[in-house]
Structure formats: structure tokens, C-alpha cells
Nanobody, 124 residues
Framework: QVQLVESGGGLVQAGGSLRLSCAAP????????MAWFRQAPGKEREFVAT????????HYADSAKGRFTISRDNAKNTVYLQMNSLKPEDTAVYYC?????????????????WGQGTQVTVSS
């Protein structure tokens, strides 16, 4: 049962930008840390970025620092991932996730809800 719904993926040239969105039910969004993960073909799912429930704490994977920005609009129950200066190695399915707890923010096993994923393809 899909609880989170991502959108915004697509095909972009290297150096371009995309903004991903993830809408969640209010009962989930208001009580959760929100995060983005990604999974490239043949690779494990990896952490990209997260923002805490109140939006105070933000963490990024090293690969995302300086290029990606996570934000959340608590009025719209939506989390965003703005991706700039995209590289071919950013090509992956990007997943939105929600965690009711507050630990192990980079470990996908600690997240309670997931979206279906949205494909991001960066051409060289």
C-alpha cells in the first residue's frame, strides 16, 4: 500500500537540474523525519538527504552536498529534493521515505513508509 507519492523525475543532461516532490498523508508527514534515498541498477539503495520532523536538522550524503537541497513544506505535507549540477552517476530511482523515529537517519531499514520511486536519468 503506497503511502508516499513521488513525482518530478525525468531525463536531463549533465549539469542540469530537477526537483523531486513527495506528498504524504498528514498523519504520516507531521510525525516523521522525511528522507530521500536512491538506487542505481545493480547497486544497493543509498541515502541521499534527510530533514527532521520540525525541519531543524538536515543531513546529506557526501555525494549530495553542495548540489542537492532537501526541503519540506509542512502546510502541504510535501518534501522536495532540488538537484542541481546533475551528473550521470546521479542516475537512479529516487525514493521518498518517512521515519517515525529519530535515529539511524541514513539507514533505510529504519524507515517506516516508502514511495514507489521516480526515475532520474542524467545523460552525458
Amino acid at each position: 500500500q503506497v503511502q508516499l507519492v513521488e513525482s518530478g523525475g525525468g531525463l536531463v543532461q549533465a549539469g542540469g537540474s530537477l526537483r523531486l516532490s513527495c506528498a504524504a498523508p498528514e498523519r504520516i508527514f507531521s510525525n516523521s523525519r522525511m528522507a530521500w534515498f536512491r538506487q542505481a541498477p545493480g547497486k544497493e539503495r543509498e541515502f541521499v538527504a534527510t530533514k527532521s520532523r520540525a525541519g531543524i536538522f538536515t543531513h546529506y550524503a557526501d555525494s549530495a552536498k553542495g548540489r542537492f537541497t532537501i526541503s519540506r513544506d509542512n502546510a502541504k505535507n510535501t518534501v522536495y529534493l532540488q538537484m542541481n549540477s546533475l551528473k550521470p552517476e546521479d542516475t537512479a530511482v529516487y525514493y521518498c521515505a518517512a521515519q517515525s523515529g529519530s535515529s539511524h537517519y541514513s539507514d533505510s531499514a529504519f524507515y517506516d513508509y516508502w514511495g514507489q520511486g521516480t526515475q532520474v536519468t542524467v545523460s552525458s
